[in-house]
């Protein structure tokens, strides 16, 4: 049996790594989160083979106690304050994550655990310098707390290789999206306000330009690192690579919505919103074997999951 610890199980990505895993008979996982921003529902339903923990891993007595009495072989720290408006009114809570990354790297390497996977973020390049962003070429260039506090995860990892030998890999995360995305996210934010006919607003002109990337694509990704034991002391960019901009993201929302919603202008953020974001995800490729999926074959996919449409009407 192979137990894996997942913090941040309850969100997004997190869910959709434990149910990936779960496929694995071989797998025992704990989630362990603090729902502050993750949701119960977003988890598989009960099993055997996995449990749930309500933990904070900024707090060292319960995840140290979590921690020396399980033994873990692998553990994937996902558990941070996320979302650009969320980050920028609470920097403090989100320097409170470095705390976690150093509490889950020492009780990783005196539990024995094999190999920490960590949640990093396209946010560590800051406004780019070159397009695509390549993991060990384009320079960081990060600003706000939550990129910095990442890109100090980064350097602790590399650190705790160094000195004390705890196998790590980084994923830097470009903007991923699904069924589970909370909804102050872009793309479900957009469908939301679509699918009730509700003005959609942008932050600018709506200019900036992203990638994105499915759920699905980015876990298959990361599940394929851990089984083909890939990447091993080393980042990848896990994202999409075809560049839209955010006014056409919702010219296409609600063209697929058939919505009557109207495209709205604000002022743009003072900080944080990057004009542009790209990576290079040859690496990911390679690993998949594979192209992604589009972003309208996405959206397309949540639009036809009945329990998120129906989680959206109001």
């Known amino acids: 049996m192979c137990k894996i610890l997942v913090t941040g199980g309850a969100g997004n990505i997190g869910s959709a790594l434990v149910k990936k895993l779960l496929q694995n008979q071989q797998n025992f996982i704990v989630v362990a989160d603090n729902l502050s921003t993750g949701l119960k529902n977003k988890l598989p339903p009960p099993s055997p083979k996995w449990k749930f923990i309500n933990c904070d891993v900024n707090k060292y007595k319960g995840i140290s106690e979590l921690m020396t009495s399980n033994n873990f072989d692998y553990v994937f720290h996902f558990a941070a304050i996320v979302g650009v408006s969320r980050t920028q009114e609470n920097p403090i809570k989100v320097l409170e994550d470095i705390d976690g990354i150093k509490y889950i790297l020492e009780l ?86 679509a699918l009730n006919n509700q003005d959609i607003t942008l932050y600018g002109d709506g200019s900036q330009t992203r990638t994105f990337c499915y759920v699905d694509d980015n876990i298959d990704a990361c599940v394929k690192i851990l089984y083909k034991n890939k990447m091993i002391n080393d980042i990848i960019n896990i994202g999409g690579d075809v560049v839209i901009k955010i006014i056409d993201l919702a010219k296409m929302i609600i063209s697929l919505t058939n919505s009557s919603s109207k495209i709205i202008n604000l002022p743009p953020l003072i900080d944080g919103d990057m004009t542009r974001r790209q990576p290079d995800n040859t690496k990911m490729l390679a690993i998949l074997g594979r192209d992604l999926l589009s972003i309208e074959e996405g959206i397309k996919l949540m639009l036809a999951d009945e329990n998120f449409v129906n989680s959206c009407v109001e």
Do not use: C, M, W
């Open 108 to 193: 990783s390497k005196n539990t024995g655990v094999k190999r920490v996977f960590f949640s990093s973020s396209s946010e560590v390049y800051g406004e780019p310098v070159e397009l695509p962003q390549h993991e060990h070429t384009t320079p960081l260039n990060s600003r706000v707390p939550y990129a910095i506090v990442k890109n100090v995860g980064e350097a602790y990892l590399k650190s705790y290789k160094q000195e004390y030998d705890l196998d790590y890999t980084i994923f830097r995360f470009f903007n991923t999206y699904g069924v589970n995305q909370s909804p102050d996210f872009v793309v479900t934010r957009f469908i939301r306000a």
